[in-house]
């Protein structure tokens, strides 16, 4: 027996590894859909990640994996610098902006801001369904300060701190979340292991005045009384992924990588992703989602141009309408 042939047989033991998570003994499926706050956390960004299917835990290098793995900013050399804009379903968009530099041949630090905007949004209320003449909108923030570590030269670590902060109108919600990541080159025929842990952090309520209610004075004298919101916990997930590269020499290299996403809010869901690259200058990606029930196939590529890499992803959201996302990479 090869090592070809044992390679291919261990991708598909650990394929059936990452299946077995799911609980296929439950009864029914419960998806907790809508028990969280900040559901935007997990929304997938990096153009490479998006191509690829947001399979990225293990496969993620740099700056623009952080949102699936902190110990991605361990693969920096020298210093980086990214941006990327995504056309989001009905007019939202977001954005991502990220610097990372290595300290130390071991030690790595990075700041990663993602930003989504809603666009103007018609209000409307029981009262005046068809609308009240007035537009508002929904921004969301999550600012994330990065440490990264080296232990060997086939295990890195990264520990995440981030600012998360949702503005609804006048209402708003803030709060602190962690990170924790892992990457590991098994050793076993070039399988790469990922693991991570995003936005576990404290519940959270909204405030301010659009909390507002008019009441009769004789509720109570200043007739505003402030509504009270439920506390709501922030959409925790563990994922656990893996990658191969199945072809790597000096002109090409094929990548292969598979992700298994548990959301404390959803059902366990894969991501599938596959990424070639001729001389490292030029890239082709693809990849789908697994058990999802709006995201489905995406594609993308990119070239690189000294220290610059320009990407570009497309994803499709089912039901809803497709995305394309555009992103620059800076090394230094």
Not at 22 to 47: C, F, M, R, Y
Not at 86 to 112: E, K, M, R, W
Not at 137 to 160: H, P
Not at 193 to 201: A, I, P, Q, T
Request: aromatic share 12%.
């Amino acid at each position: 027996m090869g090592v070809r042939t044992l390679k291919h047989i261990l991708l598909i033991a650990c394929l059936l590894g990452l299946s077995i998570c799911q609980d296929s003994d439950s009864p029914e499926i419960v998806t907790k859909v809508a028990t969280s706050a900040a559901n935007w956390l997990k929304l997938e960004s990096g153009t490479r990640a998006i191509g690829m299917g947001g399979a990225n835990v293990a496969a993620g290098e740099g700056v623009s994996s952080i949102p699936y793995n902190p110990a991605s900013v361990g693969f920096i050399q020298g210093s980086q610098f990214y941006y990327s804009k995504s056309n989001y379903i009905a007019d939202i968009t977001h954005s991502v902006l990220a610097y990372g530099t290595q300290l130390t041949p071991t030690d790595f630090i990075a700041l990663h801001l993602f930003y989504l905007d809603s666009g103007d949004i018609e209000e409307t209320t029981t009262r005046q369904p068809t609308g009240t003449g007035r537009n508002f909108k929904v921004t969301d923030y999550a600012f994330r300060m990065v440490y990264a570590k080296r232990l060997t030269d086939r295990l890195r670590v990264g520990l995440g701190v981030k600012y998360v902060r949702e503005n609804i109108d006048n209402t708003h919600m803030q709060t602190f979340a962690l990170d924790i990541g892992s990457n590991f080159d098994t050793g076993i025929y070039g399988f790469i292991l990922g693991m991570s842990v995003n936005s576990f952090g404290p519940d959270v309520q909204f405030h301010g005045e659009g909390l507002e209610k008019s009441v009769d004075e004789d509720v109570n004298v200043d007739e505003v009384m402030l509504e009270k919101t439920e506390k709501f916990s922030l959409p925790m997930s563990f994922r656990l992924g893996i990658k191969n590269d199945l072809i790597n020499s000096e002109s090409q290299r094929f990548t292969f990588a598979l992700d298994a996403v548990n959301p404390i809010d959803y059902t366990l869901y894969y991501s599938l992703g596959m990424e070639y690259a001729w001389h490292e200058l030029a890239y082709a990606r693809a990849g789908t989602h697994i058990g999802h029930d709006t995201a489905g196939v995406s594609a993308g590529g990119g070239v690189k141009i000294g220290g610059i890499y320009a990407d570009y992803a497309f994803a499709s959201y089912g039901v809803l309408k497709d995305t394309h996302q555009f992103g620059l990479r800076f090394e230094f």
